[in-house]
T-cell receptor
Framework: AQSVTQLDSHVSVSEGTPVLLRCNYS??????LFWYVQHPNKGLQLLLK??????LVKGINGFEAEFKKSETSFHLTKPSAHMSDAAEYFC?????????????FGTGTRLKVLA | EPEVTQTPSHQVTQMGQEVILRCVPI?????FYWYRQILGQKVEFLVS????????KSEIFDDQFSVERPDGSNFTLKIRSTKLEDSAMYFC?????????????FGSGTRLTVV
């Protein structure tokens, strides 16, 4: 069965320093992978997606992620954190199980950005 | 940019009462979903809906839950007799092509509080 593991429940970085949010996945098929962001009291916003095209995916707000099949990883990075990046980030795998594609969410990583 | 709209944003109900959560998906989308997030826990799949019928549902989605697309634009989630453990944030989502490649668009959620 497919699953997603977000290795860190909390990450703190200083403003202007790089961000790394880690995600490993398990999938029986060729998965699609997504990163979503949730700001406080807001909905889930799509940051970026991997759907078997380029392995390095660029998203909104300067985020990018690299799909590494050999490591079953899809880590999210940003060169320089901004205060507005403080939020909860979810790694998601979309995989075919019983005939439909449904999302399996990771447990989330709360990013804190320090001034 | 097209949005998925959910109403109400917050609903408080007494245990045992029926609630209906409403969603207006993006107009050209064909696949609809409900997910929920209990406070402090991961986002969980409830149900997917396509071609006017449920295509998949999780173990959470028992006989107390139902979904409907009554008029071609709204997509509703009904909980017949609410329990305290139904308190959660409920997210509606839609996708054009099933979510594997295109990703879902989520609404901003309805926070349901059962007292």
């Amino acid at each position: 069965a497919q699953s997603v593991t977000q290795l860190d429940s909390h990450v703190s970085v200083s403003e202007g320093t790089p961000v790394l949010l880690r995600c490993n996945y398990s999938s029986s098929y060729s998965p699609s992978l997504f990163w979503y962001v949730q700001h406080p009291n807001k909905g889930l916003q799509l940051l970026l997606k991997y759907t078997s095209a380029a392995t390095l995916v660029k998203g909104i707000n300067g985020f990018e992620a690299e799909f590494k099949k050999s490591e079953t990883s899809f880590h999210l990075t940003k060169p320089s954190a901004h205060m507005s990046d403080a939020a909860e980030y979810f790694c998601v795998v979309s995989d075919r199980d019983s005939g439909t594609y449904k999302y399996i969410f990771g447990t989330g990583t709360r990013l804190k950005v320090l001034a | 940019e097209p949005e998925v709209t959910q109403t109400p944003s917050h609903q408080v109900t007494q245990m045992g009462q029926e609630v209906i959560l409403r969603c207006v998906p993006i107009s050209n989308h064909l696949y609809f979903y409900w997910y929920r997030q209990i406070l402090g826990q991961k986002v969980e799949f409830l149900v997917s809906f396509y071609n006017n019928e449920i295509s998949e549902k999780s173990e959470i989605f028992d006989d107390q839950f139902s979904v409907e697309r009554p008029d071609g634009s709204n997509f509703t989630l009904k909980i017949r007799s609410t329990k305290l453990e139904d308190s959660a944030m409920y997210f509606c989502a839609s996708s054009e092509a099933g979510g594997r490649r295109d990703g879902y668009t989520f609404g901003s959620g309805t926070r349901l509080t059962v007292v």
